[in-house]
T-cell receptor, first 116, second 111 residues
Framework: GAVVSQHPSWVICKSGTSVKIECRSL??????MFWYRQFPKQSLMLMAT?????????EQGVEKDKFLINHASLTLSTLTVTSAHPEDSSFYIC????????????FGNGTRLTVT | GQQVMQIPQYQHVQEGEDFTTYCNSS?????IQWYKQRPGGHPVFLIQ???SGEVKKQKRLTFQFGEAKKNSSLHITATQTTDVGTYFC???????????WGLGTSLAVNP
């Protein structure tokens, strides 16, 4: 089946620093990738939709200058949390969509970010 | 806004008991997808339903899509401890491939 690799699995950083999270589709081309944020015991919150070769589409309330998304190729999307603060601590998960409109999403393993 | 209601929010069962989670929408859905997320893990796709009245089975899991395509259910027969996790329903809302997610049902199974 389709595999999505997300790296790193966890990261601890100091307040004010930036953290980059990578999401790769290993065995298929993903023109669209989605970035989610999930707080404990809650559902997934879509942050942005990343389209290869174009600007990401951010959901309402998500700061595009704080959460930088780059989708430079059909197999790689990155999310950079800039000037991280403790309130940015969360579980970030990427997902990639298959070729067809109703194709299910394939998720990365997620990145647990802790900002101290 | 668009949303899909999922109930119950939590369910605690004894191993061997059955479990059902329900997903309800006020509007007709083009499709419904179900995902499972184990504690500490990421969502894993289980199944997609697209036809009115569709029923699909995966071993002990039975998925149904209502005749009106406004509700769906996931039923687990004779739960096992490996069934522990949160089950989410989700659907495509438009042409941008975004999924609208239910809040999930967390299942705990006592051995």
């Amino acid at each position: 089946g389709a595999v999505v690799s997300q790296h790193p699995s966890w990261v601890i950083c100091k307040s004010g620093t930036s953290v980059k999270i990578e999401c790769r589709s290993l065995d298929f081309q993903a023109t669209t990738m989605f970035w989610y944020r999930q707080f404990p015991k809650q559902s997934l919150m879509l942050m942005a939709t990343s389209n290869e070769g174009s600007k990401a589409t951010y959901e309402q309330g998500v700061e595009k200058d704080k959460f930088l998304i780059n989708h430079a190729s059909l197999t790689l999307s990155t999310l950079t949390v800039t000037s991280a603060h403790p309130e940015d601590s969360s579980f970030y998960i990427c997902s990639a969509a298959g070729a067809f409109f109703n194709s299910p999403l394939h998720f990365g393993n997620g990145t647990r970010l802790t900002v101290t | 806004g668009q949303q899909v209601m999922q109930i119950p929010q939590y369910q605690h069962v004894q191993e061997g008991e059955d479990f059902t989670t329900y997903c309800n929408s006020s509007t007709t859905l083009s499709n419904i997808q179900w995902y499972k997320q184990r504690p500490g893990g990421h969502p894993v796709f289980l199944i997609q339903l697209v036809k009115s009245g569709e029923v699909k089975k995966q071993k002990r899991l039975t998925f149904q899509f209502g005749e009106a395509k406004k509700n769906s259910s996931l039923h687990i027969t004779a739960t096992q401890t490996t069934d522990v996790g949160t089950y989410f329903c989700a659907y495509n809302a438009g042409n941008n491939r975004k999924l609208i997610w239910g809040l999930g049902t967390s299942l705990a199974v006592n051995p």
